[in-house]
Each structure stands twice: as structure tokens, then as C-alpha cells.
């Protein structure tokens, strides 16, 4: 893997370079929180490490940088700040691990390699789009033909739900778990007078429907065949 280092202490530095080198990774080592911010957006690594307490720029504000700067490598904070609350705060800025110094070789190796072996982070959806329809889950927007489509908060929900099981049939069961996180039947119409509603903002004023429902065993949404 290719690894970046960002250590001012020269002995640590020294030491952690050769021992990962000898481990058959590929690393590159800085001393200046500003210089590795720099790197860590201008490369491409697998996984980054990290002393909190460097110059130039302090560890958590280079990892936030980096974050916000779209950096999506595992970061490990290697620091002799180790109490509680500071490793809350590490992991909040945006680091995955921390490990406090003194330390041993052999587990910095084994939490790099088990960062290094991190599946990427899917990305997150924004848009929905069923045929015309049309679901913008950053601005909480719903149009259909460009018409803009005022939804309650719990109809928004269950119209996402079924867009994102465009094709399939959602269960009534399937309904009351993801949209109302009932794990139990409440007998009543709650479902159906929802879907109602939906059906009347989504549908009726346009010539063609896109719920649909399939009798006895729930609903679908999709584009017309």
C-alpha cells in the first residue's frame, strides 16, 4: 500500500518509515501538518497516519481539511494524546483508528493493514428518478415534469422508500418497518391512507400513474411499460 506519514518526531518518523517499508508498503513522510494536507489531496493513498501535535498544522484541523476536501483514506492518529475525551475528538474530525505512543510495532501494522483493508465508502445517493419523477434527497424536493410536488415528512419517506425499490413490490410489513419502524401490524389503515395520498400528489394530475398496486400484497412503483 501506499501510505502517508505525517510525524515531526525524527526518531518515531525513522522508525515507523523502515518498519512499514520492511513490511513491503510504500511510504511517504512529512513533518508539517500543512505540507501533508497538501499530499494527502494531491495523492492518491490507501491509508494516511497521523501525529495530532505537529507544526504548521495541527493533526485534527489537516484530517478535517482533508475530509472536506473529499480525502476518503483511513486515517490513524498516532499520538501520545490518549485520554478519552481526546480520542473522541480524533475520531470525530474524521480519523478511523487511534493508537496512543508508546506503542508497538507489530499492532500499528496490524491497524494499518486492517485500514488498508477497508472497502471504499459507497457513495451516497442525492437523486432519485423513477420515469418523470424525480426525488432530491439533499433539498428535500420532489417534482414530476419539472412541477414541483409538496410532500408531508412521512409521505417524503414512504415515496422514498418505494423509489428505491423501483421495480419491486414493497410489502405492506416492508412499508410499516421502514417508513413508520413498527416491527408489528398496529391494525389500522395507516399504510393505505398514506399511499392515498401519495397516489392523489404524485399521480392523478398527470396523464400517466406510477404507483401502482399489486391486490393482496403491496405496492410498486415504476415507470409505465
Known sequence: ???LIVEDDQKTATYIVRGL???????????????GLFAATQNGYDVIVADRMIPGLDGLSMVKAARAAGVKAPVLFLTSVGGIDDRVEGLEAGGDDYLVKPFAFSELLARVNALGRRPPPLKQKSMLR???LEMDLIKRRVTRQGHAIELQPREFRLLEVLMQGEGRIITRTMLLERVWDLNFDPKTSVVETHISRL???????FATSLLHTVRNV???????S
Open 21 to 35: 517499508t520492511e513490511a513491503g508498503h510504500v511510504c511517504d513522510c512529512l513533518a508539517d501538518g500543512r505540507d
Open 130 to 132: 423513477v420515469a418523470d
Open 199 to 205: 397516489r392523489a400528489k404524485i399521480d392523478k394530475p
Open 1 to 3: 500500500m501506499r501510505l
Open 218 to 224: 403491496g405496492y410498486s412503483l415504476h415507470a409505465p
